[in-house]
C-alpha cells in the first residue's frame, strides 16, 4: 500500500510537489510564517472554537467550511 501511494504523495501531480515551496521556505534562514497566506476558512475554525471550546467541532467546521 505506501509504494501504491508514493506516486500520490511524490509523482509529478502529487501532493508534495505541490506544497513543495511552501515546504522548503521553512527551512530558510529568514523564514517566518507570516509570508505565507492565511488558509481561508481559518476565522471559521477560531470563530467555532470560542463559541464551542472543543477543537474537533472547530476542526469539523474548518474541513465543512473548505468543502462549500
Known amino acids: 500500500m505506501n509504494i501504491r501511494g508514493l506516486p500520490w504523495f511524490l509523482g509529478k501531480n502529487g501532493i508534495f510537489r505541490k506544497m513543495g515551496k511552501q515546504y522548503r521556505d521553512w527551512f530558510n534562514k ?14 471559521v475554525w477560531v470563530k467555532t ?16 467550511a473548505a468543502k462549500d
Open 30 to 43: 529568514d523564514f517566518h510564517p507570516n509570508q505565507h497566506p492565511v488558509i481561508a476558512q481559518y476565522d
Open 49 to 64: 472554537l470560542e463559541e464551542t471550546g472543543d477543537p474537533i467541532a472547530a476542526g469539523e467546521a474548518f474541513w465543512q
